[in-house]
């Protein structure tokens, strides 16, 4: 068994020890390995199995997982299940699969990795350590990078336009240019929810690390099942990791801080979902009430709990960055790190991707950052380096055009104009002829010459 020799290249400790649930209750390798590509994100979602339909057996030693491990003993990391992993290690930055070796029981899985694994992949014995939960698509915003699959959201509003618009072609336009599939959006349920946890009863004493997310962990009545479960079984111990959009601590009656003050700094950690602050926070992620987001994380530094913001880079934000960590270092001042250094996740979603960028306007944005990397403490050098390599690229108009029709609908939807909150991409639009209200013409019937002047508070559908 190649597994001591292979460690550096291609193995990743998750096959062995890692639960990770989508909301329609598929389980997949990891929260990485949705895609084939990072970047071009060409859909292969990799499926172990459903939650619904099969027990933990039956998915942990799938098919398709026995050949995954056999392939990363072998030295293969597959670049259909571990694209992002190995774009992340071709530019020499760590990858997901390096970090898993970090985690405190990994050495004990790495012991069991000899053991219990046969010639064809399969395991005489596991515990499942690491339980990456994303139980329902309830959410209270829609974010403009996201989709249906994680927010219920993102379903009520697609469904209103698709019955606002008429004609069928219109309506698989409009399906086109919000990057979604018609057919399994109009068949969804209001929301995607998993109530089967006899599982988490199970495994409750085994777990050692939780990871929330979502939809918004924060209102799912699962997650709340979950942390009295940990509780009444005072399994304080586990390490628990949380991605929230911060909007709500409170639901039925409990307010997870006085939950989450049980647990020491080191074992409860806090990231939440802030991409921009005030009117950009509200505009990037619809739903934001900046006001309250900014209350609810400094009552959290206040109980002593730490907490850091986790920043979806894509083309709206990437501009201006370092002025936006600094407004976010006030912000979490107090929040018990020694050094504030936020995590930066790029947007690999390609209506909202940094080759969204012209390219002398990308150049300007890379030397911004260089500068700014050089007398800065806030980021490591390793956390730029996917961005440095992304607007290296040559501008895509495709995804140019993709964000501007897809901004376009959502301003209609959402009586916003992106370019009144985001001026700085305007250059965009300028650069293809004003798309965005050729497109807003064109989903309200009218024409372009009576939409160039309407004010912002005259674009509500009919």
């Not at 993102?154 to 219109?170: F, G, M, P, R, V």
């Not at 004493?205 to 939780?210: A, L, Q, S």
């Not at 979950?226 to 628990?240: A, F, G, V």
């Amino acid at each position: 068994m190649e597994i001591k020799r292979n460690k550096s290249k291609s193995i990743c400790i998750h096959p062995w020890s890692h639960l990770a649930i989508n909301p329609n209750g598929e389980v997949i390798p990891c929260c990485h390995a949705r895609w084939k590509n990072p970047v071009s994100k060409d859909h292969a979602t990799n499926v172990m199995g459903s939650i619904h339909k099969n027990n933990l057996d039956e998915i942990f030693n799938s098919d398709f997982m026995k050949n995954l491990r056999k392939q990363m003993i072998n030295g293969i990391l597959p670049e259909d299940v571990c694209g992002k992993c190995k774009y992340y290690e071709d530019i020499n930055v760590k990858s997901p699969r390096q970090w898993t070796f970090k985690a405190p029981y990994a050495p004990a899985v790495e012991k069991l990795m000899e053991t219990t694994t046969l010639e064809d992949g399969t395991l005489t014995d596991y515990k499942i350590k690491y339980w990456d939960l994303r139980y329902s698509n309830r959410c209270n915003m829609s974010c403009i990078m996201c989709s249906p699959m994680w927010s219920h959201k993102w379903t009520a509003e697609i469904k209103k336009l698709d019955s606002q618009i008429e004609h069928l072609d219109n309506k698989k336009k409009l399906a086109h240019a919000l990057v979604y599939d018609r057919d399994d959006v109009m068949s969804m349920p209001k929301t995607l929810d998993l109530k089967n946890l006899d599982w988490v009863d199970n495994g409750i004493k085994d777990v050692e690390k939780i990871y929330f997310a979502g939809g918004e962990p924060l209102i799912m009545d699962e997650h709340w099942y979950i942390l009295d479960k940990l509780d009444q079984e005072k399994r304080y111990d586990t390490h628990i990791k949380y991605n929230t959009n911060m909007l709500k601590l409170d639901h039925r009656g409990k307010n997870v801080i006085d939950y989450w003050k049980k647990w020491d700094k080191q074992h409860l950690f806090v990231e939440c979902s802030i991409d921009e602050t005030n009117e950009r926070a509200e505009y990037i992620r619809n739903g934001t009430v900046w006001k309250t987001v900014s209350k609810n994380i400094r009552d959290v530094i206040n109980a002593g709990i730490r907490i850091s913001p986790i920043i979806s880079v894509g083309c709206y934000n990437i501009h201006r960055l370092p002025e936006l960590i600094e407004e976010l270092r006030d912000l979490f001042q107090g929040n018990g790190d020694k050094v504030f250094r936020p995590t930066l996740n790029p947007v690999f979603t390609k209506a909202y991707s940094m080759s969204v960028w012209p390219d002398k306007q990308a150049k300007r944005i890379q030397k911004k950052l260089r500068r700014w990397e050089k007398k800065t403490k806030n980021v490591r050098p390793q956390q730029l380096k996917p961005f440095y390599d992304m607007l290296e690229k040559p501008h895509d108009p495709d995804a140019a055009k993709a964000f501007l029709r897809k901004s376009a609908i959502l301003d209609i939807s959402r009586n916003k104009n992106i370019f009144e909150i985001i001026p700085e991409l305007e250059i965009v639009n300028t650069t293809y002829n004003d798309l965005y209200t050729r497109t807003k013409a064109e989903f309200l019937n009218s024409t372009y010459d009576d939409l160039y002047n309407k004010t912002k508070d005259e674009w509500n559908m009919k």
